[in-house]
């Protein structure tokens, strides 16, 4: 039986016992309700895709789905700078989840790809990534070792917001 079939059953039935605003109602919750389920996100299609989705996930505070969806953009990556960006996004994401282990994980790997593509922007902010994490597990050694990376990464990069986040953190660590 078809949601459209189901409608016109409880409009007949609801014109007899003189309710016609309420099926109007049932019906139209129906409809929107079956077509809310039909019109789901489509799959990611690529790279960009996953990447968009994930700062969209973000962006909205779902930041696990995010993590998932940048996890997904470092697979479809077709070079190292894109993998580097992906792992990137993953671990500042793990970073505000308080997900250190795994935000170290995906900073290593950030950092790895980014010494591949010969990128010291993404270098230098896989670098403060993992400043970040261990500030916060209070290794401050660790931390000034690599915010001091960081910023000798970033001093000539033209991403100025990188070097800010470091300099900031430089300036936590001393």
């Not at 039909?38 to 969209?56: D, R, S």
Request: include cysteine.
């Amino acid at each position: 039986m078809t949601l459209v079939s189901i409608c016109r059953r409880r409009a007949l039935v609801h014109k007899w016992l003189l309710l016609p605003s309420i099926t109007i109602v049932l019906c139209q919750s129906h409809l929107s309700w079956s077509h809310s389920k039909t019109l789901t996100t489509p799959p990611l299609a690529g790279y960009e895709a996953a990447i968009k989705a994930g700062l969209n996930e973000r962006k909205l505070g779902y930041t696990g789905h995010a993590i998932d969806d940048f996890l997904k953009a470092s697979v479809l990556a077709q070079t190292p700078e894109q993998r580097a960006q992906a792992f990137l996004y993953a671990s500042g994401s793990q970073i505000r989840l308080f997900r250190y282990q795994q935000a170290l994980r995906s900073a290593d790997s950030a950092l790895s790809f980014a010494v591949e593509a010969h990128d010291d922007t993404l270098a230098g902010a896989a670098y403060n990534n993992r400043a970040t994490v261990y500030t916060q597990l209070g290794d401050h050694e660790l931390a000034f070792d690599a915010v001091k990376e960081a910023v000798r990464l970033l001093e000539h990069s033209p991403r100025r917001d990188h070097l800010a986040r470091a300099l900031l953190n430089y300036g936590d660590t001393e």
